[in-house]
């Protein structure tokens, strides 16, 4: 009789590596979970934001890395450039990217991990049978921890540099001619990043910035930070300070992104950026939960099914009564540590 594993996690990023650590370390047999992902390279984060400087200082990376007893950092030998790091300062997401991939072999050798890709999900007799590229597989439980891709605005424009050339300092520069005008639609922490890529590393003719929202900024209060998720931190947000509050670099307008500003400008860019925000992966889910939607504080899809990370980010409500998606590496832990108990006892 085949296998039917207690738990099944489908990706192999943060979320998924978390996911793994957190199902052990609540007493889940290594046996009883079975992880996939098509390379087990930390996903998105491992790969293409690599070269991306982070919002997060690296005491939380290393709060992440020391936050599962199944990771076993306390262990590791390895020198990583993390643990060398100035603990209150941003750094490069590849400083993480390393002992992320460390975790990763080491929980690989523990579970059942299968290099593949999960096509189709569907709940047959209380059981989840998930349909593998190369393989056919049973869980009680799923958790989707698939990620999400760049959005994309469904604009007739110039050819689109993708996100993950335009956030890297090196790559920027191949996509870009010096007689190139570029537009980069979006204010967030990512289209900032890439304003002042353009700016610094490619001497382009000229930058449009088509924003949408105002530039927020973190506010560090006693015990939590307004506009944690959404707002500029460390050095991003110095550089935007310096200059985009009505000292504009030369080659650089900033238009609010409405339909006149867009029929005027966009037609003279040579090349557009898109930093508006991911949409979740699909996995074809067979039958009606193709349309369900996920519990926004809990992960609940369905029972036996959770959705977690960049793609099912929980909304939380801060002090004044905002709501924030909350997306970041601690963020996805802290969020783990409180829904497990429910998720370990919502079995289909
Ligand atoms: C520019 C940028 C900067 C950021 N900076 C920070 C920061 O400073 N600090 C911080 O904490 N966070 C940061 N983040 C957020 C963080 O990188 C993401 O939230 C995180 O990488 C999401 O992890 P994930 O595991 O949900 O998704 P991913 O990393 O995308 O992983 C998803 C995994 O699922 C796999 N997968 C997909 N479909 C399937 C399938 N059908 N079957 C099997 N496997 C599948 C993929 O191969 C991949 O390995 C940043 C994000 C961006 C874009």
Same mark, same amino acid.
């Given at each position: 009789?085949?296998?039917?594993?207690?738990?099944?996690?489908i990706?192999?990023?943060?979320?998924?590596?978390?996911?793994?650590?957190?199902l052990?370390?609540?007493?889940?047999?290594?046996?009883?979970?079975?992880?996939?992902?098509?390379?087990?390279?930390?996903?998105?984060?491992?790969?293409?934001w690599?070269?991306?400087?982070?919002?997060?200082?690296?005491?939380?990376?290393?709060?992440f890395?020391?936050?599962?007893?199944?990771?076993?950092?306390?262990?590791?030998?390895?020198?990583?450039?993390?643990?060398?790091?100035?603990?209150?300062k941003?750094?490069?997401?590849?400083?993480?990217?390393?002992?992320?991939?460390?975790?990763?072999?080491?929980l690989?050798?523990?579970?059942?991990a299968?290099?593949?890709?999960?096509?189709?999900l569907?709940?047959?007799?209380?059981?989840?049978?998930?349909?593998?590229r #190369?393989?056919?597989? =049973?869980?009680?439980? %799923? +958790?989707? @921890?698939?990620g999400?891709?760049?959005?994309?605005l /469904?604009?007739?424009?110039?050819p689109?540099?993708?996100?993950?050339?335009?956030?890297?300092?090196?790559?920027?520069?191949?996509?870009?001619?010096s007689e190139?005008?570029?537009?980069v639609?979006?204010?967030?922490?990512?289209a900032?990043?890439?304003?002042?890529?353009?700016?610094?590393?490619?001497?382009?003719?000229?930058?449009v910035?088509?924003?949408?929202?105002?530039?927020?900024?973190?506010?560090?209060l006693?015990?939590?930070?307004?506009?944690?998720?959404?707002?500029?931190?460390?050095?991003?947000?110095?550089?935007?300070?310096?200059?985009?509050?009505?000292?504009?670099?030369?080659?650089?307008?900033?238009?609010h992104?409405?339909?006149?500003?867009?029929? #005027?400008?966009?037609? =003279?860019?040579?090349? %557009? +950026?898109? @930093?508006?925000?991911?949409n979740?992966?699909?996995? /074809?889910?067979v039958?009606?939960l193709a349309?369900?939607?996920?519990?926004?504080q809990t992960?609940?899809?369905a029972?036996?099914?959770?959705?977690l990370?960049?793609a099912?980010?929980e909304?939380?409500?801060?002090?004044?009564?905002?709501?924030?998606?909350r997306v970041?590496?601690w963020?996805?832990?802290?969020?783990?540590?409180?829904?497990?108990?429910?998720?370990?006892?919502?079995?289909?």
């Open positions: 009789m085949a296998t039917i594993y207690q738990w099944a996690v990706g192999a990023g943060p979320a998924g590596i978390a996911s793994v650590g957190k052990l370390d609540n007493g889940i047999q290594a046996k009883d979970i079975v992880w996939i992902d098509p390379n087990f390279t930390v996903g998105d984060f491992g790969t293409r690599r070269n991306v400087p982070s919002n997060t200082k690296v005491e939380l990376f290393l709060k890395l020391y936050a599962s007893d199944a990771f076993d950092f306390k262990n590791c030998q390895e020198d990583f450039a993390l643990k060398r790091a100035p603990v209150n941003t750094c490069e997401l590849r400083l993480m990217a390393d002992p992320l991939q460390w975790v990763t072999h080491h690989k050798e523990k579970v059942h299968i290099q593949d890709i999960a096509e189709t569907k709940l047959d007799k209380r059981t989840w049978q998930i349909k593998l #190369h393989a056919e597989i =049973q869980a009680t439980n %799923v +958790i989707l @921890a698939n999400a891709e760049p959005k994309n /469904p604009l007739s424009a110039p689109i540099i993708p996100l993950h050339i335009a956030l890297d300092s090196e790559n920027i520069k191949t996509a870009c001619r190139d005008t570029i537009a639609f979006g204010s967030s922490h990512s900032v990043l890439i304003l002042r890529n353009l700016i610094e590393n490619c001497s382009v003719k000229r930058i910035n088509f924003y949408q929202d105002q530039l927020l900024y973190a506010v560090y006693n015990d939590w930070i307004l506009f944690d998720d959404t707002g500029l931190k460390g050095p991003t947000a110095e550089w935007s300070r310096e200059n985009l509050h009505g000292n504009l670099p030369d080659n650089l307008i900033r238009l992104s409405n339909e006149e500003n867009i029929e #005027h400008y966009l037609p =003279q860019c040579d090349k %557009v +950026i898109y @930093a508006v925000g991911f979740r992966r699909t996995l /074809p889910v039958d009606e349309h369900m939607k996920y519990i926004e992960g609940i899809i029972p036996g099914l959770f959705g990370g960049i099912f980010p909304a939380k409500y801060n002090p004044f009564g905002m709501v924030e998606y970041g590496l963020k996805f832990m802290d969020y783990l540590n409180r829904i497990m108990p429910v998720w370990l006892n919502y079995a289909p």
